[in-house]
Structures are given as C-alpha cells and as structure tokens.
C-alpha cells in the first residue's frame, strides 16, 4: 500500500473519531455537571460555649456567640432563644420579644437547648410573657401564659406579675 494513502486513512480516522466525540458530547448538560458542596456547620460547640458564657455571667460575650450563629443561620432556635433571655436581662424588651417570637415560631414542640437542657419551648413562652408584661402589653402576657399553664387565664396586672414570679421559679 502506498505511504500517503495511509496517512490519508489514519487522518480521516482521527478526524472522524474527534467528530464523532464532539457529536456525541453536544446532548450533555455541562451546567448541570457542576454540583455546588452543601456545607453543614454544626453549631453545637459554640452553643455550648454560649452556655458555659452564661452560667460565668458574660452575658456580653454569650451575646456575641448568639449573634455570631445568627449571622450563619437566622432561623437557629438555640440562638434566638439565647438573645430573647439576654435581652430580658437587659430590659431591652422590643429586642427579646423580636428574639422570641422567631424562636417560638421555629422550635418543635419537644424543643430543649443545646446551650442550657433546662430550656424548653415553655420558657420560651415564659420569656415572651415577661416582655410583653413589662412594656404593658398585659393581654399578649396573658396569651403567653395560657401557652404555659394550658388552661384559660385573663389575669389583672397584679395577679399576672404573681404568675409570673410563680412560673419563674
């Protein structure tokens, strides 16, 4: 056989099999090749340092561990919870009550912190009652504490301090 009928060949070939792999890769999704990593952060730790922050009485540093989750994940319980109880503290109340009202909408019905295991959706209940409580807001008090002791309450300002210290304890 003749040399340039052979290079000839062997091109053609070459050339077909190139054509034939682009052909062949025209039908493929390359957007859909590219996965993007979901990344989980577990927060437990620094909960548990929130935690510990607290029972030493930095209140301040608990505060910016909270935040610090938030950042990462607003709709985080543990934190919202934690932030709600700071600022019960603080007699910022607008603030605990912001706090509070996004814990209760997103924890379980069997929610207990990670920060604290003595902190359950009842305290979170307990917290909103006290906010309301101190910026006069007696009815939406009232409301919290129907949550607390499942059974109709429509106490007057005096009695709902009294359930209050009560349930507190």
Avoid at 69 to 95: C, H, M, P, R, T
Avoid at 96 to 113: P, V
Avoid at 142 to 150: K, T
Wanted: charged fraction near 25%; charge should be neutral; include cysteine.
């Amino acid at each position: 056989m003749n040399r340039s009928f052979l290079l000839n060949f062997t091109c053609y070939l070459f050339l077909g099999f190139l054509i034939l792999g682009i052909w062949s890769c025209a039908d493929r999704e390359y957007n859909n090749l590219v996965q993007e990593d979901v990344i989980i952060v577990d927060k437990t730790i620094d909960l548990k340092k929130a935690g510990k922050k607290l029972s030493e009485g930095k209140v301040d540093d608990a505060l910016g561990i909270f935040n610090a989750i938030l950042k990462d994940d607003e709709s985080n319980v543990d934190a919202n919870v934690g932030l709600a109880g700071i600022y019960l503290s603080k007699n910022q109340f607008s603030e605990s009550i912001k706090y509070g009202n996004k814990a209760l909408e997103e924890a379980s019905a069997e929610y207990t912190a990670t920060f604290n295991p003595k902190v359950s959706k009842r305290h979170i209940h307990l917290i909103l009652a006290q906010a309301y409580f101190y910026t006069g807001d007696f009815n939406k008090s009232n409301d919290q504490i129907r949550q607390v002791v499942s059974r109709n309450v429509n106490l007057q300002p005096d009695a709902l301090a009294k359930e209050l210290q009560r349930l507190a304890r």
